[in-house]
């Protein structure tokens, strides 16, 4: 598979992406449209929960792409993606899983946003957790294999 380096982040983007999964960057041409203002092209898509928004919209911090909800980029210092997950339910089983840990997640779905049949590669679930729960989330997960190891953020 060959793949471009993401302008923004710098890590590698699939041939085939219209977006870098790392940041959120949008590499191709979009035809997306911003969430606020529907006469903009997205530049970008939101790492947290999915938003497509345009360059006055979007918040750029340590390299990755957020909207414009300001809790969004500030999940970036507390809040560590744990898993991901093409179904709400694979989520869910993830979310009670850590609850009964007394984890406490936060879940976003890229399909509360945008129309996702032409760019697959985002059409995620996402769940998070704060950094001090990393470990612990992590040891829960890996032990009822809901995921394979650390997961690679
Ligand atoms: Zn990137
Ligand atoms: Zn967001
Ligand atoms: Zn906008």
């Known amino acids: 598979m060959t793949s471009r380096l993401c302008e923004n982040c710098g890590r590698p983007v699939a041939e085939t992406h219209v977006l870098c999964s790392f940041c959120g960057m949008t590499i191709a041409i979009s035809r997306m449209e911003c969430e606020n203002h529907p006469e903009e092209h997205a530049v970008a898509v939101c790492v947290v929960c999915g938003k497509p928004v345009c360059g006055d ?7 990755s792409m957020f ?4 809790d969004h980029a500030a999940m ?3 809040w560590i993606l744990i898993a991901t997950s093409h ?4 989520a869910d089983a993830v979310c009670l899983n850590l609850a ?6 936060k879940v976003f779905s890229m ?12 059409a995620i679930v996402r769940v998070f957790v704060q950094q001090k729960d990393m470990e612990r989330a992590l040891a829960v997960l890996s032990e009822l294999q809901l995921i394979d190891g ?3 953020v």
């Open 87 to 90: 179904s709400e339910f694979e």
């Open 76 to 78: 970036q210092k507390e």
């Open 100 to 105: 009964h840990s007394e984890i406490e997640t």
């Open 150 to 152: 650390p997961a690679s």
């Open 57 to 63: 919209c979007a918040i750029s911090a340590e390299k």
């Open 67 to 70: 909207c414009d909800k300001p």
């Open 111 to 122: 399909r509360d946003h945008v129309v996702t049949f032409w760019f697959d590669e985002f």
